[in-house]
Every structure is written in C-alpha cells, then in structure tokens.
C-alpha cells in the first residue's frame, strides 16, 4: 500500500480504501492525525463530525452527510474525513462529489471510505480512487539456539 501520507496528500475528493482490517487504518490515521496535525474527521449519523483524535467533541448541526460535507467545504485547512459507517450515507450525494470531479479537486477536503466493496454502488466504485491496502506484516529476525529466525 502506499504510504497513508500520500494517500492523504491525494488530490482526489473521494477515496475507497479496501482493507481488511478498518480499526488498524483508524488507528493509523490517528496517529497521523496526532503526531503530524493533519485534520482527520470521522462521520457517523448519531454523531455527525468529529475529530479523530477528539470524539467527545463532535461538530454541531452534521449529523447529515450534505451538512457535514458543507462544513467540510468551509474548513479554512485541508481536511479529511472518515466514512466507516452505512448508516446515513447518501450515496447519491457522494456520487455528485466524484462526477463534479473537475469542479471538486480544490474543494480542501477529500472523503476516505472504509465501506465494504458490495455496499457501495457499482456506479459510484467506478468513479472513486480505489486503493487496495493488504496489511504488511514486519517480521524482525529473532535469535533461537544461537540461530537468528525470522
């Protein structure tokens, strides 16, 4: 997989990011989120947007995703934000973002999707950056009766 600064570094306003391990990708971005000050918000329908790093402090009035996504609009700093959840996503307002592509890559946010593949319409998944990220496992040689392992 690419490294998740270039793929935050993207230029595309929507994202697919298939993996198999959602809560490894989350911890890794709030990580990033906390060590380099990258913008990371996370939706939730219950919740609206709220930082990654800091979800007792949701954003008022974004509980829906059209108010969120104009939120997002105004933030002053590039920004991101996480959809890991179904419920609540409008699918159709996402596949206005990724038709307008031309009128959105200066929009100062782009929208990382960590869905299940068969959720997302066959229409949108056609027009999204699709990265495939299979978690690479560090192996350190360890050393085992005098021998070093890996």
Known sequence: MRDLHDLLDTE???IFLDTPDKSEVLS?????????????YRWSRESGLYLLNDPA???PGT?????????LKQQKYRSHCVIDTLDGVD???????SWNRHLTSDIGFSM????PEQCIPDG?????HVIRWQQQVQITPRLR?????R
């Open 145 to 149: 009766n005098g021998q070093w392992i």
């Open 28 to 40: 890794r971005l709030r990580r990033l989120s906390l060590h380099e000050g990258r913008i990371i």
């Open 12 to 14: 595309a306003p929507l």
């Open 63 to 71: 509980e829906h995703l059209s108010a969120a996504i104009k939120t």
């Open 124 to 128: 949108l998944l056609r027009t999204l």
């Open 112 to 115: 990382l999707l960590l869905l």
């Open 57 to 59: 402090m949701p954003l």
């Open 91 to 97: 699918f159709g307002l996402l596949q206005q973002l």
